[in-house]
């Protein structure tokens, strides 16, 4: 069910980024912040794979962002905010628990 209005989200904002690409630059950096923000406070608790995950999107989204590819941006970024959100409902990593 969460994945599915993960999915929902993730359409509807590329849906979104077509119409305004303003938004797209100012979600792009909101994305950034947060997932600096987000690794700096929780970095004890994520997991090392999670980390490395979150850390490869947020530079694949800088680079984006440095290339002044505000849609490329967004994505990254938001698939790794995405992944922040994700450990509390998922566990600490893929493939934990079963």
């Known amino acids: 069910?969460?994945?599915?209005a993960l999915l929902y989200s993730a359409a509807l904002?590329?849906?979104t980024l077509?119409?305004?690409p303003v938004f797209a630059?100012?979600?792009?950096?909101?994305?950034?912040?947060?997932?600096?923000d987000t690794l700096t406070t929780k970095e004890a608790t994520l997991s090392e794979s999670l980390k490395t995950e979150v850390t490869e999107l947020q530079t694949k989204a800088s680079?984006?962002?440095?290339?002044?590819?505000d849609k490329a941006c967004v994505e990254a970024s938001s698939a790794a905010v995405q992944r922040l959100e994700a450990p509390n409902t998922e566990g600490s990593g893929k493939g934990s628990g079963s």
Do not use: H
């Open 1 to 4: 069910m969460k994945r599915t």
């Open 25 to 36: 630059a100012d979600l792009c950096d909101a994305n950034l912040q947060k997932i600096k």
């Open 13 to 15: 904002l590329s849906a």
């Open 18 to 20: 077509m119409a305004s």
């Open 63 to 69: 680079d984006a962002k440095a290339a002044g590819n």
